[in-house]
């Protein structure tokens, strides 16, 4: 059946024209179905949407090294403050001598104004660190947390003095405790009288109570929303970031490693793309970089999927050949791809091994995945793809190479790449779609007809931009789901799987929807967000064989999309169901091939349902969310349930109980 009258057919039955008697729904247990990747189900990070500096990474102040093209983007000065050059770091070499005044009523101050605010919470500590110089005499400073209230004053939350005693550069630190919770806080930093002239270089302000508490950390609440997926892959940098706007702006993973203050900055080119979204102070610190990427894979236990710039600049934007990197001159590229598996996976006597080991990670990281190119298409990527791929395998030829079908699900450039990616034997093939409620109703069958011979999939960016509204509204989340049953049902073949993008700052955005949103203290788990967490946390350990009419339930005619797993790590079988039309359906559920003698009686009901409409926001964050139920079953074998309208269930049950 063609899309179109799959479609006719599929709104005559919401209309409600078919008969409501039950469905018989047949689970086939007895057969081992296809183990499912420990990869599924992953996440997909892209510092889009202020997701690293501004988000997940937890910096407060912005330009903290004086490096963005207006040297003094973020700060206010007061009184006499210098730029100058050839500061103790090498790649960040800006950095500030804070000048007496003169006079005894002018100080000499900088201010930051955060990303989108310095926040700050009552009685929570927050780390304020910066690197210093007294330039003749000892000097010192006060750091303050302020409040620029609505009344037209400046209240102080916070602070404390740090004495600079050496003519040497040295690191500083101190705790600040504020008094009162600040949404569009800043931060101060005064030169204190008698004044005395001072050096100053990469001022920072972080939580203390950072995730696992690192100093150099990342957001608590947004990397526990992360960890909370269990996620089995996560990929990073990102997409069009790994490519640029053009090359010099590509993400080039080894200026993000080492010492923090040395890492060089880099142009977001999220700050232009959008002009009804226009950020030009979006940079890249590089503070969350390869290295904390790697640790936060390991602390969730997913495995790290890094993306490599191809020697493409973002296709998008630059067409003449002359924007890429000549065919014959690749060889930087290549060796940033055998070089970052030294760095994960190298031994502390190589040179990039040391350098993990230097950060703080003498062990392997455990890379076992690369991906070359975002989503890349034309002959362009095929010649270039193909350098790496012979270079990989010879060195590294257990690393599974993850190549592109470029930015549409179909058509001829995408037949041609998946062709591409066969003859060159590229271990899984990256698939992308954005795209409308239509192509979510209709795709759940899409990995059904898919060749098994050939590279795995990875869909590895794809979100349901809904009728227009391209917001996180609940059927958005829904008809996710619905396909969803298609990657579950074909895990011989889909590998992994990841929504994008991630993170969004509600101040900040270019790009929605997006999995998890937040300002500078809160953040909100969209119904997105819990469509992947419930995969995930059902996610078994082999398929099950599950039918309607001896069919796959992939919504044809019915609305109804199902799929079934088993976890063999506890002997339970889970169902999951999508009801995307507006009335219930009653379900039978013939299921053959229980364990004898250890019937369960009752069966698990996670239910996520709501207003199509209904959004999660930080005020209501909790409007979406699952519930979950025990259902008592006379017969796991065989049971009845309805599931309701606009609604994705899980039922599990135990064949252990
Ligand atoms: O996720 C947002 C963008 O969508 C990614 O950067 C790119 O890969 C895709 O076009």
């Known amino acids: 059946m063609n899309i179109t009258t799959r479609l006719l057919a599929t709104a005559v039955a919401f209309t409600g024209l ?44 912005k330009n903290r090294s004086f490096e963005f093209p207006e040297a003094f983007t973020g700060w206010t000065t007061a009184g006499n403050v210098e ?6 770091f090498e790649r960040n070499p800006h950095y500030v001598r804070l000048k007496p005044t003169g006079h005894p009523h002018k100080h000499t101050a900088l201010e930051n104004e955060g990303f989108f605010g310095v926040s700050f919470e009552k009685d929570a500590e927050y780390r304020f660190s910066v690197w210093a110089r007294a330039v003749d005499s000892p000097a010192k400073i006060r750091v303050e947390l302020t409040d620029p209230a609505s009344d037209g004053e400046t209240h102080v939350m916070a602070q404390q003095e740090i004495a600079v005693t050496s003519g040497e550069w040295k690191k500083y630190t101190t705790v600040l405790t504020p008094s009162e919770t600040v949404v569009k806080g800043k931060l101060r930093v005064f030169l204190c009288r008698p004044e005395s002239e001072v050096d100053l270089e990469h001022i920072s302000l972080m939580p203390v109570d950072t995730w696992k508490g690192r100093e150099n950390g990342l957001r608590a609440d947004l990397a526990e929303a992360l960890a909370e997926t269990h996620p089995g892959v996560f990929r990073f940098p990102g997409g069009c970031i790994v490519e640029g706007t053009d090359l010099n702006t590509r993400y080039q993973w080894k200026n993000t490693v080492g010492p923090v203050e040395n890492r060089p900055l880099n ?118 793809l193909e350098q790496f791929v012979k270079a990989i395998r010879k060195q590294y030829p257990d690393i599974k190479i993850v190549g592109s079908s470029g930015p549409y699900p179909d058509g001829k450039d995408f037949d ?35 060749s098994r011979k050939g590279p795995k999939v990875f869909a590895g960016e794809y979100a349901c931009h809904g009728n227009g509204k391209k917001r996180n509204h609940f059927n958005a989340a ?31 955005w270019q790009w929605r929807p997006d999995m998890i949103w937040y300002d500078n203290l809160r ?46 790590t506890d002997g339970s079988y889970i169902v999951k169901a999508v009801n995307v039309t507006d009335s219930s359906i009653a379900i ?8 004898k003698g250890k019937m369960p009686d009752t069966v698990t009901v996670t239910t996520l349902h709501a207003d199509t409409d209904a959004e999660n926001t930080l005020d209501r964050p909790d409007t979406v969310s699952p519930t979950v139920k025990r259902l008592a079953v006379d017969n796991a074998a065989d049971w009845t349930t309805e599931l309701p309208a606009k609604t994705f269930a899980i039922y599990r049950f135990s064949n252990n109980q």
């Not at 993306?307 to 290549?334: F, K, T």
């Not at 031994?347 to 989503?375: C, S």
């Not at 271990?427 to 898919?450: C, G, I, K, M």
């Not at 829904?478 to 990841?498: K, P």
């Open 523 to 568: 953040s909100v788990k969209t119904s997105s967000y819990h469509v992947q967490k419930l995969y995930s946390d059902n996610k078994g350990t082999h398929t099950a064989r599950l039918t309607v009419d001896g069919k796959p339930a992939t919504g044809e005619g019915n609305g109804l999309y199902m799929s079934a797993v088993k976890d063999e």
């Open 416 to 450: 041609m790449l998946w062709g591409e990616m066969t003859r060159l034997g590229a271990d899984l093939v990256d698939e992308h779609f954005y795209r409308p409620e239509s192509w979510f109703l209709s795709s759940a069958d899409r990995y059904d007809s898919y």
């Open 267 to 384: 142009e977001n080119r999220w700050h232009y793309t959008f002009t009804h979204r226009f950020y030009p102070d979006y940079y890249q610190s590089g503070g969350l970089g390869f290295f904390e990427f790697f640790q936060l894979c390991e602390d969730m236990g997913a495995a790290p999927l890094p993306v490599l710039s191809v020697g493409l600049a973002c296709q998008y934007q630059n067409d003449a050949d002359s924007c890429h990197v000549p065919v014959d001159s690749l060889g930087e590229y290549i060796a940033d791809a055998l070089d970052l598996i030294e760095f994960a996976n190298g031994d502390t006597t190589t040179t990039w091994g040391k350098v993990r080991a230097d950060m703080g990670h003498p062990a392997p990281f455990g890379l076992q995945y690369i991906g070359i190119g975002n989503e890349q298409w034309g002959d362009e990527f095929i010649v270039r």
């Open 83 to 88: 730029l100058l050059d050839g500061g103790p």
């Open 588 to 595: 039978d559920m013939k299921v053959k091939g229980l364990k």
């Open 478 to 508: 829904l008809l996710e789901a619905a396909f969803m049953t298609g990657l579950e049902r074909n895990a011989d073949i889909v590998e992994m799987a990841t929504y994008a993008p991630l993170f969004a700052h509600v101040e900040g």
């Open 18 to 61: 078919y008969a409501t008697a039950a469905t018989t729904v047949e689970i086939d247990l007895s057969k081992k179905g296809a183990p499912i990747a420990p990869t599924m189900y992953g996440l997909f990070f892209e510092d889009i949407n202020y997701a690293a500096d501004g988000g997940l990474y937890a910096e407060k102040v």
